[in-house]
């Protein structure tokens, strides 16, 4: 009896959401592609009289030959008042200064009434990272990605957050979960609930952020923290989840994660020194010796032999890989530093060549997968 008045509610609401879609141009489908703590994501698609008012979402549509989209629906009945009044501006806030990038979900527009805020959102219909790794790993008989394709995503992982650092946009939340990926490919970077705009690039955070999983040593110990080094923190544990199928450390308590990090990550045998080389660059315990976003694009592991970004990057293969003078852990200022290895980057990007992270990754496009 309960289940069966529940059910004709969930019935009621669902037309009340239609009614409310198709009034502002979308048509939702009974599709429910994800659901969040207090949303709910549907399959819909934009119609003809929509896309004459909104350009953007025509241009995107048309190009991606289809009218389909993803409508995050948000109860503010549901929602705590921090969630509506902070986590969900910031969201859209940050949405909006990421505008336009291949690799980040785009937000075409939103609107609202009293109960319910709604996303009308890029959709990337082949889930998450998690589950494509898995689903790899499950095929290939072997935990991981293989290294190649590891890389394809990765570049386009760095692209997206270099775009977000350079919008003074860090995202705070990177993980597998928030990585989604198209029906072309494309990885797709979401959930930008708990990003934060940094006005000034050296100010420091200090709000727990993320899953502990991925979340920097500084933040564990309670410091205040500066985000993109956080955020380059969480990319070294997304590639080792990538190239070995499994998070480097893993433990609920953060003084136990904090003990398995000083460790360092345990890799895979036959995973190739220079991704060991560029993981171990990203998981630095000093925020401050991490590699770059900067060192991470010129890193040996990431440049096929084709690729085109050294001439982006203005450098020439001196400056892209120099050979390393000092000591692994050691600087000329004496900071602890990581110094590569097997395939030394130069750190800082002094060279007055140096272009913006943007227009490093404005000449790489990614194929789609076959
Ligand atoms: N643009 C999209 N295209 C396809 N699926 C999406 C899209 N956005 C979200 N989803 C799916 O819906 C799920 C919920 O997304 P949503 O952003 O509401 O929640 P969340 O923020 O990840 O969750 P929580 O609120 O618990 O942190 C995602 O995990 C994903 O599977």
Redesign the pocket.
């Known amino acids: 009896m309960r289940s069966n008045s529940r059910r004709k509610l969930d019935e009621r609401l669902f037309v009340e959401q239609v009614q409310e879609c198709m009034n502002n141009g979308y048509l939702l489908s009974s599709k429910k592609?994800?659901?969040?703590?207090?949303?709910?994501?549907y399959l819909a698609y934009a119609t003809r009289e929509r896309m004459k008012h909104n350009p953007k979402l025509a241009s995107d549509l048309r190009a991606k030959r289809h009218s389909m989209v993803?409508i995050?629906i948000?109860s503010m009945a549901e929602a705590p008042v921090e969630y509506s009044r902070k986590f969900l501006p910031r969201e859209i806030s940050s949405l909006n200064a990421t505008y336009k990038h291949l690799n980040i979900?785009q937000l075409y527009e939103t609107y609202q009434n009293s109960q319910r805020s709604y996303l009308v959102?890029?959709?990337?219909?082949r889930?998450?990272l998690l589950e494509h790794i898995n689903a790899v790993s499950d095929l290939r008989g072997c935990p991981g990605l293989e290294e190649e394709e590891a890389r394809r995503l990765f570049w386009q992982l760095v692209s997206a957050v270099a775009h977000c650092h350079d919008a003074g946009i860090v995202h705070r939340d990177l993980k597998c979960?928030?990585i989604?990926l198209?029906d072309q490919g494309f990885l797709?970077l979401?959930?930008f609930?708990f990003a934060n705009c940094v006005g000034l690039k050296n100010s420091l955070l200090s709000t727990f952020c993320g899953s502990v999983a991925y979340t920097a040593p500084e933040i564990l110990m309670s410091k205040k923290y500066n985000g993109e080094q956080a955020d380059l923190w969480s990319l070294g544990i997304i590639l080792h989840a990538m190239v070995s199928g499994k998070l480097p450390f893993k433990e609920h308590q953060p003084h136990r994660m904090l003990h398995l990090i000083r460790r360092g990550p345990v890799f895979k045998p036959g995973l190739s020194s220079g991704c060991r080389d560029l993981i171990r660059g990203l998981l630095q315990l000093h925020p401050c010796a991490r590699l770059g976003l900067q060192q991470v694009a010129a890193h040996c592991w990431m440049l096929p032999a084709d690729h085109t970004l050294s001439s982006a990057l203005g450098a020439t293969p001196e400056q892209e890989h120099p050979q390393s003078a000092t000591a692994p852990g050691h600087t000329e200022s004496g900071r602890d530093t990581y110094t590569s290895k097997s395939c030394s980057t130069s750190r800082g990007g002094t060279s007055p060549r140096r272009v913006s992270l943007a227009q490093a990754f404005s000449t790489w496009r990614p194929a789609p997968e076959e």
């Open positions: 592609i994800g659901s969040g703590a207090f949303s709910k994501v993803a995050k948000v979900v959102l890029e959709l990337a219909a889930g998450d979960e928030n989604l198209d797709k979401t959930d609930g």
